[in-house]
């Protein structure tokens, strides 16, 4: 398959950028790194490793950890923590039985076919290896995209489709217990999220895919007018919080 056919939502990364406004996605991250529970001498892959934060995690507990990452960028800032990296995308074939556990943070909600990407993880584990993933579920970021859609509408600008996949916990077992897992536990969790640069700053990290043909100063004018609509999402010390709802949820390959 030719990156011109894989599905694609149209967001490029910056690793610099994605620390400064994004730091706090990897920091979330240790409930579902419990939930993984890594052990010594596993074969672990990280799917949507980006810069490697987690990944460095994995391997402290032990475990023979390889990071799957599409973005140059972010897979090179992997390696620079001595991270193993396959740089590619998971809609393309990984591998099949290699792996005891496959581990994704904040990945799987950017896939556009996400029966593909967990066809392609089934195939990858040792029979009764487990897929330990956390992702943004059914309502995530409800607000933040209202207040954005009718901000580019109030402007003329056209409204892209979602670049994302939030699924309800019964959409998403469905699609696990096609590709051949049996699920132990899915859950959404709500989760409020303190933007350590402000709304700006995460629009200017995960807003692209709705903002592609806007010049600066039209992307400026719509930000701030989404910053506008959304003043109940800032407290009174001045810091912006997204309404996030995670999906978090631990299956096994039968």
């Known amino acids: 398959m030719t990156s011109e056919s894989r599905p694609s939502a149209g967001q490029e990364w910056n690793a610099e950028g994605y620390a400064r406004h994004a730091g706090f996605v990897p920091e979330l991250g240790a409930a579902v790194l419990e939930l993984l529970a890594p052990r010594l001498g596993e074969a672990i892959l990280d799917l949507g490793c980006g810069d490697g934060v987690l990944t460095a995690r994995i391997r402290e ?111 998403q077992r469905a699609r696990l217990e096609a590709a051949g897992f049996r699920v132990e536990t899915i859950a959404l969790i709500q989760r409020p999220t303190p933007l350590p640069t402000g709304l700006k700053g995460w629009l200017a990290t995960f807003g692209a895919p709705f903002m592609p043909d806007l010049d600066t100063a039209s992307r400026q004018s719509v930000v701030a007018d989404t910053e506008r609509r959304l003043a109940h999402l800032r407290d009174e010390t001045g810091t912006w919080y997204a309404d996030y709802v995670r999906l978090r949820f631990r299956a096994f390959a039968a």
């Open 61 to 171: 507990a032990g475990a023979r950890v390889t990071g799957l990452e599409p973005d140059p960028d972010m897979a090179a800032r992997a390696r620079a923590r001595g991270i193993r990296v396959l740089e590619q995308d998971a809609h393309d074939p990984f591998g099949s039985g290699l792996c005891d556990a496959v581990f994704s943070n904040a990945a799987l909600h950017w896939m556009r076919d996400p029966p593909r990407v967990l066809r392609n993880i089934h195939a990858a584990l040792k029979p009764g290896g487990r897929l330990v993933a956390e992702q943004g579920g059914f309502g995530n970021v409800a607000a933040v995209v209202t207040a954005l859609t009718a901000s580019l509408e109030a402007a003329g600008h056209p409204v892209p489709p979602s670049p994302w996949d939030f699924p309800t916990p019964t959409a």
